[in-house]
Nanobody
Framework: VQLVESGGGLVQPGGSLRLSCAAS????????MSWYRQAPGKERELVAT????????YYADSVKGRFTISRDNAKNTVYLQMKSLKPEDTAVYYCYVLRVDYWGQGTQVTVSS
C-alpha cells in the first residue's frame, strides 16, 4: 500500500492550494478516504471525509465552506481543494484510508505573509 501526498507549500493568507493523494496497492474505490492535519504542538485532527463513491462528504467546522474534498476513482486519487486559507490552517496534511488505517507520509502547508 502506498499513499503519496503532494501539492503542499507556502501560500499567503487568502490564497488557495490543492492537495492530491495518489493511492496504490489496494482497491481504492472500495474505501472511504479522509484528510487529517497536524499543527505543531497539537493533536492530529480530521479535516474532511469522502465515501468510496464520492457521493457523501463530511467537513470539520473549521474548514466548512472553504475546503472541498473530492476523488477520482479512475485515477486512484483523492483531492483537497483549499481556499481562503488562514494562518491557522498551517499544518502537515495527511491522507487516510478508512477501515484499514493506512496513512500517507504527509505534506506541509504553511499559510503566512
Amino acid at each position: 500500500v502506498q499513499l503519496v501526498e503532494s501539492g503542499g507549500g507556502l501560500v499567503q493568507p487568502g490564497g488557495s492550494l490543492r492537495l492530491s493523494c495518489a493511492a496504490s496497492g489496494f482497491t481504492f474505490s472500495n474505501y472511504g478516504m479522509s484528510w487529517y492535519r497536524q499543527a505543531p504542538g497539537k493533536e492530529r485532527e480530521l479535516v474532511a471525509t469522502i465515501t468510496n463513491s464520492g457521493r457523501s462528504t463530511y467537513y470539520a467546522d473549521s474548514v466548512k465552506g472553504r475546503f472541498t474534498i473530492s476523488r477520482d476513482n479512475a485515477k486512484n486519487t483523492v483531492y483537497l481543494q483549499m481556499k481562503s486559507l488562514k494562518p491557522e490552517d498551517t499544518a502537515v496534511y495527511y491522507c487516510y484510508v478508512l477501515r484499514v488505517d493506512y496513512w500517507g507520509q504527509g505534506t506541509q502547508v504553511t499559510v503566512s505573509s
